[in-house]
């Protein structure tokens, strides 16, 4: 499916100068992992679904599982704000924070000990508060 472009906002002139970083990023990963994949507009990103298992956004790129639920897809767009507030800081700042978070075993098996969602990290605590408050949706808890 071919995504047409909305109109050129202002969000993608900072994802293009401030946020460059995370957008080169989203499209190597749109490149390698979403060839072929199913494409659809999101507000001001581009949501690919992969057959990963996860979410992952990097700059107007949203990559979400194949029929993911609605809440997580608003939840990963949290995420592209934050890259919109804090430019080249969102990958050590919440990107490497995020994957850690998410893909350490360890850290996986303390959340399960101690009853914890995933959503309590900062980082994603952050994603969801912006995108409720910005798109009046509720988010993953």
Do not use: D
């Amino acid at each position: 499916m071919r995504v047409r472009p909305t109109r050129f906002g202002a969000a993608r002139l900072v994802h293009l100068t401030w946020g460059l970083p995370q957008t080169l990023a989203g499209a190597a990963t749109l490149l390698v992992a979403g060839r072929h994949r199913r494409r659809y507009p999101f507000r001001s990103a581009v949501v690919t679904e992969w057959r990963l298992n996860r979410g992952l956004s990097l700059g107007p790129f949203i990559f979400v599982p194949n029929n993911c639920p609605r809440s997580l897809l608003v939840h990963e767009y949290g995420h592209t704000v934050q890259a919109l507030i804090l430019g080249p800081l969102y990958l050590p700042v919440i990107v490497l924070p995020s994957l850690t978070w998410a893909g350490l075993p360890a850290l996986e098996r303390r959340r399960m000990r101690k009853h914890r969602s995933y959503y309590t990290f900062y980082t994603e605590r952050w994603a969801n508060a912006l995108a409720e408050r910005i798109c009046h949706e509720k988010t993953p808890r």
